[in-house]
């Protein structure tokens, strides 16, 4: 008797993404770059208008006993717009939204229908926003609102989860070899992150794994899901 073992799918390599107006949903400043940083520059590159939504305040996050929580999210919104000048990202959004918490149900609808209104208003083509398996609270629940809006204003697009925190079985990779160095540039202007964790190293960890579903010269990828698959 044969025992069949479920593997992970080959996943799709990319050199390019779709093309189209995207729309990427970032939990906390600095997710936006961490996770597909480099396939937003390649949209970019292409001629492809992208807005990126930054949900979290970020004030948990940062080094309060040397500022006000007002400073700190101000600084991290800077950090953000700089970050993205280099991936040639120049459409920010802020919510403001207070970190570290599951909404209630209320709380919850929400930030639904402000997503909704967002998606509804700017019309995308393609949605990324964290995939759904994100250890990270905040990430998980900016997937579950995401999803949720993205349903309750039948987007006909395309929605790719993204990676931060929590590894993903990836369906395609894109080979973000080309603007690794950018990617690398805008992560490093998060300089209040990086006071306490290295996450230059440890995104450039994750994409260098990546590179294996890509071509043998590539180096670096960004790996992504079906945001609406668990």
């Not at 995207?22 to 997710?31: K, Q, R, S, T």
């Not at 992208?50 to 979290?56: I, M, R, W």
């Not at 993204?162 to 369906?171: D, F, G, N, S």
């Amino acid at each position: 008797m044969s025992i069949k073992s479920p593997r992970a799918p080959l996943p799709k390599a990319l050199a390019q993404p779709p093309s189209g107006r995207v729309l990427l949903l970032a939990p906390h400043a600095d997710d936006d770059i961490l996770g597909p940083g480099g396939t937003l520059c390649l949209h970019r590159d292409a001629g492809d208008p992208v807005k990126v939504v930054v949900l979290y305040n970020g004030i948990a996050g940062s080094p309060s006993d040397r500022y006000s929580p007002e400073e700190i999210r101000l600084l991290r919104q800077q950090e953000a717009l700089r970050g993205g000048a280099h991936l040639g990202l120049d459409d920010y959004e802020f919510c403001d939204y207070p970190e570290g918490h599951f909404p209630g149900p209320a709380e919850f609808e929400v930030a639904v229908a402000r997503v909704r209104g967002i998606v509804e208003a700017y019309q995308p083509d393609i949605v990324y926003a964290p995939w759904i398996g994100e250890y990270h609270l905040d990430h998980h629940v900016a997937a579950r609102v995401t999803r949720a809006a993205l349903g309750e204003s039948k987007f006909q697009g395309t929605a790719w989860g993204y990676e931060v925190w929590t590894p993903l079985i990836a369906q395609r990779v894109v080979d973000i070899s080309p603007v690794i160095e950018r990617k690398t540039a805008a992560l490093g202007e998060h300089k209040s992150q990086l006071e306490h964790t290295d996450f230059i190293h440890k995104a450039l960890g994750l994409s260098a794994q990546r590179s294996l579903y890509l071509d043998k010269g590539a180096r670096h990828g960004e790996a992504f899901c079906d945001l609406a698959k668990d």
